[in-house]
T-cell receptor, first 110, second 115 residues
Framework: DQQVKQNSPSLSVQEGRISILNCDYT??????FLWYKKYPAEGPTFLIS?????DKNEDGRFTVFLNKSAKHLSLHIVPSQPGDSAVYFC?????????FGQGTELSVKP | NAGVMQNPRHLVRRRGQEARLRCSPM?????VYWYRQLPEEGLKFMVY????????ESGMPKERFSAEFPKEGPSILRIQQVVRGDSAAYFC?????????????FGPGTRLTVT
């Protein structure tokens, strides 16, 4: 029972272009989402979050969009840089319990 | 301010042995969370602890696994009589008391291999 779904296991993008990572969720009661980034042999690190009272949150090159009617989030990275190559997780925080998606491995090619 | 510390980083155990994984939260953080990442999967929540209290253990396997966060010292995740299926990366995260429902700060993980 996957409550947060990232259907693309991998994504390859050219440096300087836009990366779009997608995430779907099943529970319309979910109200606070996060994106974390993970490099190999390291723990995940917080990237950006969004509350359901908003439909967009921007932080530098990173923007998260929330479409509540479609139960869909997306993370946009523009411009993409080789250092952005990592696994990106979409998460819901359920009272302190983080519910992770399966992750999307982003590769940004120079 | 040091980050979340986990040790050991790598742990090898034979089937039937015990594994003890340690987590020292960031300074000022009194909430600790443990997650497990099985090969080719995302992270799965195991347990949420405050000092001397288990808040949510809904993700803990019913047998062989236990966790504690004593008043003094690190949080410990203990796995008794390990089996090959316990091989995974175990991550600890911490948060201040009022921020756990927002972001959590993760340690580098302990990679457990059961032979």
């Amino acid at each position: 029972d996957q409550q947060v779904k990232q259907n693309s296991p991998s994504l390859s993008v050219q440096e300087g272009r836009i990366s779009i990572l997608n995430c779907d969720y099943t529970n319309s009661m979910f109200d606070y989402f996060l994106w974390y980034k993970k490099y190999p042999a390291e723990g995940p690190t917080f990237l950006i979050s969004i509350s359901s009272i908003k439909d967009k949150n921007e932080d530098g090159r990173f923007t998260v969009f929330l479409n509540k009617s479609a139960k869909h989030l997306s993370l946009h990275i523009v411009p993409s840089q080789p250092g952005d190559s990592a696994v990106y997780f979409c998460l819901y925080n359920q009272g302190g319990k983080l519910i992770f998606g399966q992750g999307t491995e982003l590769s940004v090619k120079p | 301010n040091a980050g979340v510390m986990q040790n050991p980083r790598h742990l090898v155990r034979r089937r039937g042995q015990e594994a003890r994984l340690r987590c020292s939260p960031m300074k000022g953080h009194s909430h600790v969370y443990w997650y497990r990442q099985l090969p080719e999967e995302g992270l799965k929540f195991m347990v949420y602890l405050q000092k001397e209290n288990i808040i949510d253990e809904s993700g803990m396997p019913k047998e062989r696994f236990s966790a504690e966060f004593p008043k003094e010292g690190p949080s410990i995740l203990r796995i008794q009589q390990v089996v090959r299926g316990d091989s995974a990366a175990y991550f600890c995260a911490s948060s201040p008391p009022d921020r756990g429902i927002y972001e959590q700060y993760f340690g580098p993980g302990t990679r457990l291999t059961v032979t």
